[in-house]
């Protein structure tokens, strides 16, 4: 089916914004460093100083590693809000929208962008827990539905970064958004099992989107009966991922009118 004129016209400026993201993340090196190597060596702290104290029924390098995918999606992702506060703050949002650029385009080159810097870091995780003694005993149609659940993550909490990037004010201020986003598999299924938390904080601990995610990973890429937590996963990742892109065009039309 041919591609309507209007859709081209977001296509190809959410191409090119999505190629200049990327050229600038290559010319950040320490960021790109950071959000690569600092996961691994939180993954190398688990499994190594704290993983022979915690009992999970099982090895916890089976256990931790697809907490530590999820902390590192999280992390990466969360880099977006600096990126797209610089963006505002720098005054090119002004030269791309007399070149016709509209906040749509703009803000998907930085989430495109955001999705496959995090790939390649979560990609260099696995690597990692592959060599350190993860074994995962998943089919190819097991890699590939977990594959499919983190990357909608990625989107969804990339987009929610880009519209707090809008909201903050400056850079430093949506850097403490990063701060936020890697705190929240703590509280989770991601390092140790839940029951094993404070009473008070099983709620929120079961009803919060990283939960789900993580049994999702851990049960597909382990072969093992996940249940509804694929479904929960999306369904929240489908929520943020509407909120995120509704707010961030408010936002965006704010910021610029």
């Known amino acids: 089916m041919p591609?309507?004129?209007?859709?081209?016209?977001?296509?190809?400026p959410a191409?090119?914004?999505?190629?200049?993201?990327?050229?600038?993340?290559?010319?950040?090196?320490?960021?790109?460093?950071t959000s690569m190597m600092l996961p691994?060596?939180?993954?190398?702290?688990?499994?190594?100083?704290?993983?022979?104290?915690?009992?999970?029924?099982?090895?916890?390098?089976?256990?931790?590693?697809?907490?530590i995918l999820?902390?590192?999606?999280?992390?990466?992702?969360?880099?977006?809000?600096?990126?797209?506060?610089?963006?505002?703050?720098?005054?090119?949002i002004d030269r791309f929208r007399s070149l016709d650029v509209g906040g749509t385009s703009i803000?998907?080159?930085?989430?495109?962008a955001s999705t496959v810097r995090n790939l390649f870091s979560t990609a260099l995780v696995l690597g990692v827990g592959l060599l350190i003694g993860f074994r995962p005993s998943a089919p190819?149609?097991?890699?590939?539905?977990?594959?499919?659940?983190?990357?909608?993550?990625?989107?969804?909490l990339s987009w929610l970064s880009a519209a707090v990037?809008?909201?903050?004010?400056?850079?430093e201020a949506a850097a403490g958004f990063t701060f936020f986003m890697m705190f929240l598999p703590y509280p989770s299924s991601a390092f140790v099992p839940i029951e094993t938390m404070p009473t008070w904080l099983h709620g929120f601990a079961d009803h919060q989107?990283?939960?789900?995610?993580?049994?999702?990973?851990?049960?597909?890429?382990?072969?093992?009966?996940?249940?509804?937590a694929p479904w929960l996963a999306l369904a929240w990742c489908g929520g943020i991922l509407a909120v995120a892109v509704a707010l961030s065009g408010v936002l965006f039309q704010a910021r610029t009118a």
């Open 15 to 33: 191409l090119t914004m999505t190629g200049r993201c990327i050229r600038l993340s290559r010319r950040d090196v320490d960021s790109v460093i």
């Open 107 to 112: 803000l998907a080159g930085h989430v495109v």
């Open 209 to 228: 989107p990283v939960t789900p995610l993580i049994t999702s990973l851990r049960g597909l890429l382990h072969d093992q009966p996940v249940g509804s």
């Open 70 to 92: 999820v902390l590192c999606a999280a992390f990466g992702s969360a880099g977006t809000a600096v990126r797209v506060s610089e963006d505002m703050k720098g005054g090119i």
């Open 165 to 171: 990037g809008l909201l903050a004010k400056t850079p």
């Open 140 to 156: 190819p149609a097991g890699w590939l539905a977990a594959g499919g659940v983190l990357v909608v993550f990625l989107i969804a």
């Open 40 to 67: 691994v060596m939180l993954m190398l702290v688990f499994v190594y100083f704290l993983g022979g104290a915690i009992n999970t029924g099982a090895e916890y390098v089976d256990y931790v590693v697809p907490g």
């Open 3 to 12: 591609e309507s004129p209007g859709s081209a016209g977001l296509l190809t």
